[in-house]
């Protein structure tokens, strides 16, 4: 176990199995523990390919309707 005194008054315990013990100045006690980060797994199947983006099509007046009239 270390025990470290920080300026602030408070005092940290660090255990072996990842555990923090802190205890402040006015004598409360919190626990935290380490948090351990695990690499995600490769799986075995290459991964997907993406899909090209679709081609755009310019929307046309339909023919029956004149856009340029006013009525």
Known sequence: MIK????????????????????????????????????????STPPKKKKSPKETKIKTPRSGIDTMSNK
Do not use: R, V
């Not at 920080?6 to 523990?33: A, L, Q, R, V």
């Open 4 to 43: 470290k005194t920080m300026k602030n008054g408070n005092i940290y315990h660090y255990y072996p199995s990842g555990k923090i013990k802190i205890i402040m100045k006015n004598g409360d006690i919190k626990w935290y523990t380490k948090q351990i980060y695990y690499p995600k797994k490769q799986s």
